[in-house]
């Protein structure tokens, strides 16, 4: 499960709610759903229900990922219809389509709410292909929002993006995204240190703008101090960039060698060219860690002149000012910086708020 789900998935069980999982399986998948559900705390595991159904895209024509997409949304229609039903019902991307279009065939009497993450579709593309892709799904996108009772959004921009769709705003729920409270550093702020690391996490996808990093790294001019680039990421071996100063090191999954990661870093940077709310910028900040990051999606809500340096887009000059000025700060606004960002995650986007404030939504939704 993708980190997100899985952590609503827990603190609403916390909060005493039961929920049941409609999860895809994909063809090279090995994961079980009792595998899934053992992933949670055991005290939490007789609230919580897996079923797995199987998903392909392989086709190769235009469209073919919104085909699959529908193809899964009926399983999961046809699965509900053979359960006792839920009283709210949360889908995430196109899962409920054949639901939200069949509901009152069926008499669905549920609420049902949708979370598209980013909203990606409805924001700046890096080439072609994406503008494409964009374009043939957003009038899917549209219906499924209109269809539903409600549209899930991280806030910041994220709602105006949904909200100029049609959408009117008491129909968005504004949720964050989040981190568990284990994640919080235990020390109130970090040292600068001697060398400055610039991490970079995230998967291999061009709309991270890992291409206009890279050029940002040849164009950036030597510094007195030293400078080191760590990338974290499913980064081919033929998509990394061959300079001393940058050192990959592979996917990684597992939280307690993330946490490393992030500890040995100066500086997260995100120069995406579209995003929702990264976890990765939640679980950095959370550590201590200041971010470098384009002023896309719901990214301003967590990085702003308190906690790191904010761009306005990934263009090559402007990720070149945020790595100068990270350079450039000194070492006591350095330190102030990275205590505040560790209470601005604890104040706000822990799962432990955050679960109590989606608790609240879906006891006033489903009662009213």
């Not at 005493?16 to 063809?27: M, N, Q, V």
């Not at 700046?124 to 957003?138: E, F, N, V």
């Not at 991490?199 to 790294?217: H, N, Q």
């Not at 007195?224 to 061959?242: N, Q, S, T």
Request: hydrophobic letters at 35%; a positive charge; glycine letters at 8%.
């Amino acid at each position: 499960m993708q980190r997100h789900s899985r952590l609503m998935t827990q603190y609403l069980a916390e909060e005493g709610f039961e929920i049941i999982i409609y999860h895809p399986k994909g063809e090279g998948d090995t994961f079980s759903a009792d595998e899934i559900c053992a992933s949670f705390p055991e005290h939490l595991r007789s609230k919580i229900e897996v079923s797995l159904f199987p998903y392909k895209d392989s086709g190769k024509l235009p469209g073919h990922y919104l085909r699959a997409q529908r193809q899964l949304s009926r399983q999961y229609l046809e699965a509900y219809l053979q359960s006792p039903g839920a009283d709210f019902i949360y889908t995430k991307g196109f899962t409920g389509w054949e639901l939200l279009k069949r509901r009152k065939e069926h008499g669905i009497k549920a609420k049902v709410s949708v979370k598209f993450h980013g909203m990606n579709m409805f924001q700046k593309q890096p080439d072609w292909k994406g503008d494409l892709s964009k374009y043939m799904l957003r009038p899917a996108v549209r219906w499924i929002m209109n269809a539903a009772d409600y549209t899930f959004s991280y806030g910041g921009q994220i709602t105006n993006i949904i909200h100029a769709q049609g959408i009117p705003r008491d129909r968005i729920i504004e949720v964050p995204a989040g981190v568990d409270s284990s994640w919080l550093d235990g020390s109130s702020s970090r040292e600068k240190g001697e060398t400055i690391r610039y991490l970079f996490v995230g998967r291999f996808d061009r709309v991270k703008g890992l291409p206009e990093f890279y050029k940002a790294i040849q164009t950036w001019k030597e510094t007195k101090l030293k400078v080191e680039f760590v990338f974290v990421g499913d980064i081919p071996a033929d998509h990394r960039l061959d300079d001393a100063r940058c050192r990959y090191v592979g996917l990684i999954s597992n939280a307690q060698d993330l946490r490393k990661v992030f500890d040995e870093a100066t500086y997260l940077i995100c120069p995406s060219i579209s995003e929702g709310m990264p976890n990765v910028i939640l679980e950095a900040m959370s550590r201590g860690v200041p971010a470098i990051a384009t002023n896309v999606g719901a990214m301003k809500m967590l990085v702003d002149e308190s906690t790191g340096y904010l761009i306005e887009s990934s263009q090559i000059h402007e990720i070149i000012q945020g790595l100068e000025w990270g350079v450039q700060l000194d070492s006591k606004t350095y330190k102030e910086l990275s205590g505040q960002c560790i209470d601005r995650i604890g104040a706000k986007f822990t799962w432990q708020i955050l679960g109590s404030k989606l608790a609240s939504h879906i006891e006033r939704i489903t009662k009213s």
